[in-house]
């Protein structure tokens, strides 16, 4: 799996030209079909989804390219997710959160533990990559909770990597940066940050 961004147009063009890199080997990506469409919803609207897939021209694994605008096996938009994470930082409590962005209190209290459970792995992820980004950052000081942590995490590498590379939206580019992986196991299987 690749996140890549959200113009199918821009993707297909990369893909085409062999600009896109595996994320196992490194060799370039070709066309390979399409995945299986799949519901994204955000606010109150839903739109569909069918992520391209690809080959690598070297190792002949196949990835799916999924756009930042997504997370692994989740059907919300990032910004959706992103909002919950910030909010439960902010003190919200999962049925708060819940009622405010329209979805199942079971929803977000899954999205919540998953984040929970990955906290660490991804403080350690966004970490690196902000001193990645930017060197001569300030010691990132630790909140004491793991989640909370994550989070501060996130804002300072998604900061640095704006300083660097100019204006994203915020929890897109952090779904780009951790390859859709945020509350998914994987995150842990990403390649390190040089």
């Known amino acids: 799996m690749l996140s890549v961004e ?8 990369e893909l085409s030209a062999g600009r ?16 299986q469409e799949r ?25 799916v390219l999924l756009p930042e605008t997504t997370l692994l096996r989740r059907r919300d938009h990032v910004e959706v997710i992103g909002a919950a994470l910030e909010a439960r930082v902010a003190g919200d409590g999962y049925r708060v959160i ?5 979805r199942d209190r079971s929803t977000v209290r899954n999205w919540l533990c ?15 990559l902000a001193y990645a980004f930017d060197p001569d950052l300030s ?3 630790p ?14 590498a998604l900061r640095a990597a704006v300083q660097r590379f100019g204006p994203r939206p915020p929890w ?8 859709g992986a945020l509350l998914s196991n994987t995150i842990c299987h990403l390649p390190t940050v040089s």
């Open 6 to 13: 959200n113009d199918p147009a821009a993707v297909e063009t």
């Open 20 to 35: 896109l890199a595996c994320p196992g080997c490194g060799g370039a990506l070709g066309p390979w079909g399409h995945g």
């Open 39 to 63: 519901p994204l919803r955000r606010g109150s609207t839903e739109e569909r989804v069918r992520p391209r897939r690809s080959c690598c021209r070297s190792c002949h694994v196949t990835h």
């Open 98 to 102: 819940a009622r405010s962005l329209g």
């Open 114 to 128: 998953s984040f929970r459970t990955l906290a660490e792995r991804v403080r350690v992820r966004f970490t690196a």
């Open 139 to 141: 010691p990132i000081a």
């Open 143 to 156: 909140a004491g909770d793991a989640l909370f942590d994550a989070v501060a995490a996130i804002g300072v």
């Open 172 to 179: 897109q580019l952090a779904s780009r940066l951790a390859n």
